[in-house]
T-cell receptor
Framework: DGGITQSPKYLFRKEGQNVTLSCEQNLNHDAMYWYRQDPGQGLRLIYY???????QKGDIAEGYSVSREKKESFPLTVTSAQKNPTAFYLC???????????????FGPGTRLTVL | GQQLNQSPQSMFIQEGEDVSMNCTSS?????WLWYKQDPGEGPVLLIALYKAGELTSNGRLTAQFGITRKDSFLNISASIPSDVGIYFC??????????????FGKGTKLTVNP
């Protein structure tokens, strides 16, 4: 089946540790995104990547890092510099059409990170 | 930057009732998307709207792209318990540099009482 997978579903870490969240897609989508969701808030963009080996900061990139070495994979690292890392993290992907126009974004199931 | 005002923030309704929610903005959008998120899951796309004035249905769901391109609404008819969840609107707009960006509303939390 085609889709986006995120693992693990639940993740617990001690304060001060870096942690990497996985996101994989087999939809052959060019663009991938990471969002953070907090209770009562909309989705806030952390980082996005429109092509392999290139990525851009979103609205709340501080304390996070990403890589895009393969088209299918866009891992997110939550570093110890992130002041309030406990949240629900969502990965998404979309076809990135020519001219910078993006298509509808499809989401993975999410990873709930709790930092103790 | 572009912001979407989604309302209502939450709704409590009886099974069988119709539901209406909307998103408004002071900015123009090229595409409107409506997503539903079940607890602990990622949002799932319900309806995509690409043209001003467009009215699109998906089963009991109907959504419209406002004629001014600054708003959109979603209606759910004859609600059932499985309609429970958070509904998000999202709008695609043309950002500086010529690329399109997506912005989300804060969601409408729907509770359906059997």
């Amino acid at each position: 089946d085609g889709g986006i997978t995120q693992s693990p579903k639940y993740l617990f870490r001690k304060e001060g540790q870096n942690v990497t969240l996985s996101c994989e897609q087999n939809l052959n989508h060019d663009a991938m995104y990471w969002y953070r969701q907090d209770p009562g808030q909309g989705l806030r963009l952390i980082y996005y990547s429109q092509i392999v080996n290139d990525f851009q900061k979103g609205d709340i990139a501080e304390g996070y890092s990403v890589s895009r070495e393969k088209k299918e994979s866009f891992p997110l690292t939550v570093t110890s510099a992130q002041k309030n890392p406990t949240a629900f993290y969502l990965c998404a992907s979309s076809i990135d059409q020519a001219g910078g126009y993006t298509d509808t974004q499809y989401f993975g199931p999410g990873t709930r990170l709790t930092v103790l | 930057g572009q912001q979407l005002n989604q309302s209502p923030q939450s709704m409590f309704i009886q099974e069988g009732e119709d539901v209406s929610m909307n998103c408004t903005s002071s900015s123009i959008f090229n595409t409107w998307l409506w997503y539903k998120q079940d607890p602990g899951e990622g949002p799932v796309l319900l309806i995509a709207l690409y043209k001003a004035g467009e009215l699109t249905s998906n089963g009991r769901l109907t959504a419209q792209f406002g004629i001014t391109r600054k708003d959109s609404f979603l209606n759910i008819s004859a609600s059932i318990p499985s309609d429970v969840g958070i509904y998000f609107c999202a709008g695609l707009f043309l950002a500086q540099g010529g690329s399109e960006k997506l912005v989300f509303g804060k969601g409408t939390k729907l509770t359906v009482n059997p």
